[in-house]
């Protein structure tokens, strides 16, 4: 009986220094081997009874596997909120072989599923992130309780009654007459909130042209207060107190120098703001964006941006990379981190964190994303009803975290490319 205790523990030494590599191959192509040799296993394994007959998930790892290192906090979050529903257990198979052995795992980690009666009816190898394994638990017809339903808006509290020229295409916010930027089409006009919108908006149509685009827009004569053609004017490049870029739009060159003198800035062209404009893009949909409205992403050593939270979520899934992704809470700014590990969560913080999925009714009555300007990420609940009290037009409904990222990794790369891009946002 040691002997081949033995020889069992220094292959999961082995296996385990490389888990996170060798299981990121398994999911790509799953090795029909391992999977028989598990289904065989699996028969023979049965979870130890307990007192109260209840479901049962058993992870077998190590303390010191990293992708085993990534499950103890969800098998903590589990065990906590689903105490009386769900046993949890955590076996580590190199401190205790012999608790390990029954089970017959070739990797750790390795999760069992057992049912209320002991019977095994699932087991995954490597990471699973808490959403899927509770997805997992529904798919086999276990109830282990689910999480109380989140906030659902479908109907506004108020309806928007503002007038369509007063409210910015893309961001949605008032449009204030100094500022004002319209883009002319062959039969439409659309109205901007100012400039950034418009760069906004030129990255998310695929393949435009900009000599072709820029033709068709208009600006607000800060001095003034006429539409001239951009593509001609100066502009007063400043900035407010948040960092954030400020433009107004001069016709005359001898007003934006007036104005510079009281407010500072520098005066450019029409080429010099579009280049600065573009310069940062979101990460998952290319679309132009401010650092400071947009959330840090990490990926490798590279830091990038993610121009609204669930677009930073789908960085993982563009660069099927993990991520590491810092939000600001929608209402009040804190921050929210979040680390991926194979397209799951492996850690959030603060664990109460919460999502917004801003959506609205389309023509055919489905319900589609209202765009990354009505998505957010929120401390906890009663801040994103703090938000929601504030938006009474707002439509859509409060998903998990965990549920952003998953809806971003279901995407295929064709959806991925058309991600946020105008008249193609599924
Ligand atoms: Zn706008
Ligand atoms: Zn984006």
Not at 278 to 299: H, I, M, N, Q, S
Not at 317 to 341: F, H, P
Request: glycine share 8%; net charge positive; charged share 25%.
């Amino acid at each position: 009986m040691r002997t081949p205790a033995k020889i069992i523990i220094v292959l999961l030494v082995v296996s385990a220094a490389v888990a996170a590599v060798a299981l990121k191959k398994n999911k790509a192509t799953p090795n029909s081997e391992s999977v028989s040799a598990a289904a065989g296993a699996s028969q023979s394994a049965s979870a130890p009874s307990t007192s109260v007959k209840i479901p049962k998930l058993i992870d077998l790892g190590a303390d010191k596997c990293i992708p085993c290192k990534a499950m103890a906090p969800i098998l903590e979050n589990l065990k906590k909120e689903y105490a009386g529903k769900l046993n949890v257990e955590f076996i580590d198979v190199w401190k205790n072989p012999a608790a390990g052995e029954q089970y017959k795992i070739e990797m750790i980690p390795t999760q069992i599923f057992f049912d209320a009666n002991g019977k095994e009816l699932f087991r995954h190898v490597g990471f699973f992130g808490k959403e899927d394994i509770l997805g997992k638990w529904k798919e086999l017809g276990v109830d282990v309780g689910s999480e109380k339903p989140g906030i659902v808006r479908e109907e506004p509290v108020k309806a928007d009654t503002r007038p369509r020229d007063q409210v910015c295409f893309m961001c949605d916010q008032d449009v204030q007459q100094k500022t004002k930027t319209v883009v002319k089409g062959q039969n439409e006009q659309r109205v901007l909130c100012g400039p950034h919108c418009y760069f906004v908006s030129f990255s998310s149509i695929v393949g435009a042209d900009p000599k072709t685009e820029e033709a068709k827009v208009s600006v607000t004569d800060w001095a003034s207060g006429n539409l001239v053609p951009a593509t001609t004017t100066t502009f007063l490049y400043g900035m407010d107190t948040k960092g954030r870029p400020t433009i107004k739009a001069f016709a005359d060159k001898e007003a934006a120098t007036k104005e510079q003198q009281s407010n500072p800035g520098s005066l450019v062209a029409w080429d010099v703001l579009r280049s600065k404009e573009l310069a940062t893009r979101c990460a998952f949909c290319d679309r132009a964006v401010y650092p400071e409205d947009a959330c840090g992403v990490k990926f490798g050593t590279t830091h990038g941006h993610g121009c609204c939270t669930h677009c930073s979520m789908g960085v993982a899934a563009r660069l099927k990379q993990d991520i590491e992704v810092e939000a600001k809470d929608g209402l009040t700014g804190e921050s929210i981190r979040i680390k991926t590990l194979d397209g799951q969560i492996a850690s959030l913080e603060p664990a109460t964190a919460t999502a917004w999925f801003g959506q609205k009714k389309g023509p055919d009555g489905k319900w589609v994303s209202a765009g990354c300007f009505k998505q957010g990420f929120f401390l906890n609940e009663a801040n994103l009803q703090k938000w929601l009290d504030a938006r009474p037009s707002m439509t859509g409904r409060q998903i998990t975290i965990a549920q952003a990222l998953a809806d971003k990794m279901k995407l295929t790369p064709e959806q991925i490319a058309k991600a946020c891009k105008l008249g193609e946002c599924k």
